[in-house]
């Protein structure tokens, strides 16, 4: 299913028992179950987060002795350790959940200065208004990035040079900051990620066949999800944007250019520690090649 090179030892075990029972499977159903077993896999640190937030939203007491936010920061440290303990994650995704931990959580230190959102107040983990679990919310993206790049064993044609990417990522970080104060360039930066990206697709194999689609539309479905766990996040009430502070209601669609940007950030870091790769010459194989 992937290059067992770059497989953690469960993965290579759990690749090894889908090489002798998918077989047995439907070609269509196989490799559906495979996408979706490895998309569940990749988004296991996110997903795990994610019901942290939501099980302390509902379960949490408000007496506690230990605040919720600082609760979730155990949680989520937790979460890392065993991660690492149970070696379900790889050297490299560490370090790639550590640069985005800092990324994020600088930007999210002048982003509640400035009074983009809120989190709820409480405990003693935070810097200024931040909890410190906010950080590995971004880890959260990183970690599902670099995982999906080995589990998918992803190579792009037509790839942009990386100091072009470079030069874009670190204009859509500066802009988060600087629209505040002068003019907001964030649709011109899209404009510049489409040009850039325009003709580089994406080559993923799931189990037996491998499948193409564009960069673009990847940006696109995972900064969707992205909106999707935003709203899961405001609703359970782990921070507010200004205008739900009088009632939860969903995040404005236009977010999704901000998550667009963010993809673009996102990629670029996970691209100093897994550099893109062309396709390989003899393989996908025609039949089992596919378009999207």
């Given amino acids: 299913m992937a290059d067992r090179r770059e497989l953690t030892r469960l993965e290579a075990v759990l690749d090894a028992f889908a090489d002798k029972s998918l077989p047995r499977v439907p070609a269509g159903i196989r490799e559906f179950l495979a996408f979706g077993i490895k998309q569940a896999w990749a988004c296991l640190f996110g997903a795990l987060m994610l019901l942290a937030i939501i099980a302390t939203a509902w379960l949490y007491p408000d007496d506690a002795a230990i605040a919720r936010n600082d609760f979730l920061v155990i949680l989520a440290v937790l979460i890392q350790v065993g991660m690492l303990v149970a070696r379900l994650e ?16 600088g930007m999210e230190i ?16 935070h810097i200024g208004a931040v909890p410190l679990f906010t950080g590995f919310m971004y880890a959260a993206v990183g970690s599902y990035i670099v995982r999906v790049y080995r589990l998918f064993d992803l190579r792009f044609s037509h790839y942009p040079p990386r100091w072009l990417t470079v030069i874009i990522a670190a204009a859509i970080y500066i802009n988060f900051f600087t629209h505040h104060f002068i003019v907001d360039l964030r ?11 325009f003709r ?7 189990h037996r066949r491998t499948l193409t689609m564009p960069v673009l539309l990847a940006f696109l479905l995972v900064a969707f999800f992205i909106w999707v766990a935003e709203n899961i996040g405001t609703a359970a009430g782990a921070w507010l944007y200004p205008s739900q502070d009088d009632g939860w209601h969903l995040v404005p669609l236009t977010k999704l250019v901000a998550w667009f940007l963010l993809m673009m950030i996102s990629v670029v870091l996970v691209t100093f520690v897994h550099r893109p790769r062309p396709p390989e010459v003899h393989r996908p194989e025609p039949p089992d090649t596919y378009t999207c």
């Fill in 110 to 125: 002048f982003k509640t200065a400035v009074g983009s959102w809120n989190y709820a107040p409480g405990g003693v983990l």
């Fill in 187 to 197: 649709l011109l930066l899209v404009v510049a990620t489409v040009i850039a990206f």
């Fill in 200 to 206: 580089c697709r994406m080559y993923f194999h799931i």
């Fill in 90 to 105: 790889t050297g490299r995704e560490l370090l790639v959940i550590i640069v985005f931990h800092i990324v994020g959580t």
